[in-house]
Each structure stands twice: as C-alpha cells, then as structure tokens.
T-cell receptor, first 116, second 114 residues
C-alpha cells in the first residue's frame, strides 16, 4: 500500500459529461501529481500541485482542471468528456516541491475512466 | 526540455537469465532518475533511484540500475530473472532546476519465460 488513495476506482460515464476524480496524498506529502495512462500514449503527465499551488503543467487539456485543497487532497475535474478520454488516471504524491526533487513519488491505484 | 526514452516496448528473457531494461534520458544538467514497476491493474511501484554518488544503484526485489553520464543512460538490471518479475517497467527523470514534474518513458513490458 503506497499510502495514496484514489477514488473512485472505476467510473463509467457518457460523452459530454463531467466527472471528478479524488486523490488523498500520503500523510505529510505536499506535492500531488496527476497522470493519464492510455494504451497508445503511455504515462502522460498532466499537472502538479505543491502545497495548494500549481507547480507544473503538462499535456493537460483545457477541458480538464485540477486543484489542491488546504488539507492537501486534490481533485481532477474532467468535463465535456469524449471517448478518447477513456484511460487510467493516476495520482502520485511526494514529499517535496522544488527543494526536494530527489524524492520519489508514490502512486495511487488509479481511477479507470470509461467514457461510453 | 526533459525527456526519457525506453527503446524497447517488449523484452523477453528466460527465467534465471540476467535481464536488462534500457533507458536513456535528456535533461539540462544532472538528473534525478527513477525506475518504477507496474503490475496488471495496479499503480506504479517505486523500485530505485539515482540521486548522486555511486553509479550502481540497488533497489527493491533484487533490481539494480547503472547510471552512465556519458551515455545518458540508466539501464535497469537483475542478475537472475523470476517469472514474477513480468510486468511493465517505467523509467522516469526529474531535472534539478525549473519545473519539478516527473517525466516518464513509454514503458517496457518485461516477460520472463519459465
């Protein structure tokens, strides 16, 4: 058990809908990362938050947004969903921000999103 | 920009033989390098990391990796493969300045044949 909790584990929704994925980082970790894993694209970095602030942005669509709350949990919001958004979405957390880049990230089990 | 390349999508090795999963990286300055393993329907599990010092890093489950600065490589190795090592392996890199995100390679599927 990595200590990172993601809910829900599975989500099936229709095109055009909006969903929210939730992540609770390991106790004490300030950084949260979101990744998308699809069969043909590997593991794509979406966005990182550190202590409530956006720290880095990757290939995140404008239809997607995220935030990190004062209690450090994070939510990834996906809207106007398309079939191609079907993927595994992973959250990861690590201890540090800029000053602790050597720390590894620990991953949750992922949320499998299926858009039908 | 930082990037990671895993040139082999698939590696097959016989049980008991040594295994190597290749990784090369591109980053400004010195990198932090990581290996992760993903079993089916599971999240990624941290295996090992290179921060500084000895170029040979030892990690979990008998895995090790060798950092080679001149070849910008960080290959994952194990002296004797087990069937249970069959999984998807990801190499990742983080640079020491700028953005703090962790960039992953596309993954290499390792199959250990009994």
């Amino acid at each position: 058990d990595s200590g990172v909790t993601q809910t829900p584990k599975h989500l099936i929704t229709a095109t055009g809908q909006r969903v929210t994925l939730r992540c609770s980082p390991r106790s004490g970790d300030l950084s949260v990362y979101w990744y998308q894993q699809s069969l043909d694209q590997g593991l794509q970095f979406l966005i990182q938050y550190y202590n409530g602030e956006e720290r880095a942005k990757g290939n995140i669509l404008e239809r997607f947004s995220a935030q990190q709350f004062p209690d450090l949990h994070s939510e990834l919001n996906l809207s106007s969903l398309e079939l191609g958004d079907s993927a595994l979405y992973f959250c990861a957390s690590s201890a540090g921000g800029g000053g602790q880049r050597y720390t590894e990230a620990f991953f949750g089990q992922g949320t499998r999103l299926t858009v039908v | 920009a930082q990037s990671v390349a895993q040139p082999e999508d698939q590696v097959n090795v016989a049980e008991g033989n040594p295994l190597t999963v290749k990784c090369t990286y591109s980053v400004s300055g010195n990198p932090y390098l990581f290996w992760y393993v993903q079993y089916p329907n599971r999240g990624l599990q941290f295996l090992l990391k290179y921060i500084t010092g000895d170029n040979l890093v030892k990690g979990s489950y008998g895995f090790e990796a060798e950092f080679n600065k001149s070849q910008t490589s960080f290959h994952l190795k194990k002296p004797s493969a087990l069937v249970s090592d069959s999984a998807l392996y990801f190499c990742a890199v983080r640079d020491r300045t700028g953005a703090n995100n962790l960039f992953f390679g596309t993954g290499t599927r390792l199959t250990v044949i009994p």
